[in-house]
Nanobody
């Protein structure tokens, strides 16, 4: 029943900006971690950025200083503001949300969106 829906992708020129959104719906009230991954053509999926429920962020080196991740817990939505885009940023961007529950043992459940295409080209 949990769904993650990405939006905001598209074609942009080098140096341009895009803002991606990922809206979560379903039974999960709040995700422990939400983030963005990307998969360039012919390459493996890689982490771009993620954010915990207390606001701690993590960025991959190529995104640091250009991208900003944020979340709106009331809307259960995570955003990725992408500035100074480069052709190397071209990829399918996927939203990921994780639930981490600690009782006697730690248990993690991951949810993925379908992806949104970002193409940076002149």
């Amino acid at each position: 029943q949990v769904q993650l829906v990405e939006s905001g992708g598209g074609l942009v020129q080098p140096g341009g900006s895009l803002r991606l959104s990922c809206a979560a719906s379903g039974a999960i009230r709040r995700f422990s971690v939400m983030g963005w991954y990307r998969q360039p053509p012919g390459k493996q999926r890689e982490l771009v950025a993620d954010i915990t429920n207390d606001g701690s962020t993590n960025y991959t080196g190529s995104a640091q200083g250009r991208f900003t991740i944020s979340r709106d817990n009331a809307k259960n939505t995570v955003y990725l503001q992408m500035n100074s885009l480069k052709p190397d940023d071209t990829a399918v961007y996927y939203c990921k949300a994780s639930v981490i529950v600690t009782t006697i043992f730690v248990r993690r459940t991951d949810y993925w969106g379908q992806g949104t295409q970002v193409t940076v080209s002149s």
